[in-house]
């Protein structure tokens, strides 16, 4: 087989339908967009609309409610600060805040804060700070014989 022998299967490559080319393309004069009304025209896109019936997303139930200030914050599991320390990303006796977990690249960025997560088990002992951390994460890492603090995160500069 040579590079001028080669090309694609049959039927792999269709030719795009040039449209509005007069009427012997069999797409001429109105391009299959059926005569006068809205869709004929460009620039429409009727998203939703089910011919004056009530469209399905207004049909549904409203659910629920989404706070505009809600916090983000990154999450990090027991497990994987446990793996972090195994791999020596991480110096356990040290004591690990937030910077230190983004900067060895345990957790991708601090958003609003960083939170831990009892997900896995923590075998060493280590000092952490964070903005957030749940009971049993607590629990378990002073179960290993090591401390959570828990730092309040900075309010959003005002406007003034």
Wanted: aromatic share 2%; net charge positive; hydrophobic share 35%.
């Amino acid at each position: 087989m040579r590079l001028n022998e080669l090309s694609d299967n049959a039927g792999a490559n269709a030719k795009r339908t040039r449209v509005g080319r007069g009427a012997g393309s069999g797409k001429g004069k109105t391009a299959g967009r059926g005569v006068k009304g809205q869709k004929s025209r460009s620039g429409v896109a009727i998203k939703g609309f089910e011919g004056g019936q009530m469209p399905l997303h207004m049909r549904l139930p409203k659910r629920g409610f989404t706070p505009h200030n809600q916090s983000k914050y990154a999450e990090v599991s027991l497990a994987k600060l446990q793996t972090a320390i195994d791999a020596k990303k991480l110096d356990a006796k040290a004591a690990i805040d937030e910077d230190v977990l983004v900067s060895s690249g345990v957790v991708r960025r601090k958003r609003d804060g960083i939170r831990l997560l009892a997900n896995g088990t923590l075998k060493t002992k280590v000092s952490l700070t964070l903005t957030g951390a749940t009971k049993a994460a607590i629990a378990a890492v002073e179960k290993a014989g090591g401390t959570v603090t828990i730092v309040a995160k900075k309010a959003a500069p005002t406007k003034e």
